[in-house]
Nanobody
Framework: VQLQASGGGLVPAGDSPRLSCAVSGRPIGRYAMGWFRQAPGKEREFVAAIVRGDAITRYADFVKGRFTISTDNAENTLYLQMNNLKPEDTAVYYC??????????????WGQGTQVTVSS
């Protein structure tokens, strides 16, 4: 399976962009999916996940109430709706897929990352 992330860019604080992750090679419903991010000088961290073939989601505390993860099976695409962005959300965002029911700490597949820069 291959993952292609898109939708990043330079946005003002308070903006609400949406990231996309196009999945090719297998149906998205066969994988637990998620988003991680890595800010400059920091380690990669978990952002949000959705279980395999269902709508159960979980979020990192720092994005709860602001970000929403979802999938579109018809489009075979994963989304991350980000609302009320803050400068501290600046990072490279990576989508990931896991053959397990839950997204693990080390998913099986990774997208290439998309840069999100939030200006204050």
């Amino acid at each position: 399976v291959q993952l292609q992330a898109s939708g990043g860019g330079l946005v003002p604080a308070g903006d609400s962009p949406r990231l996309s992750c196009a999945v090719s090679g297998r149906p998205i419903g066969r994988y637990a999916m998620g988003w991680f991010r890595q800010a400059p000088g920091k380690e990669r961290e978990f952002v949000a996940a959705i279980v395999r073939g269902d709508a159960i989601t979980r979020y990192a505390d720092f994005v709860k109430g602001r970000f929403t993860i979802s999938t579109d099976n018809a489009e075979n695409t994963l989304y991350l709706q980000m609302n009320n962005l803050k400068p501290e959300d600046t990072a490279v965002y990576y989508c990931a897929a896991d053959r397990s029911y839950y997204l693990g700490e080390k998913p099986d597949y990774w997208g290439q990352g998309t840069q999100v820069t939030v200006s204050s």
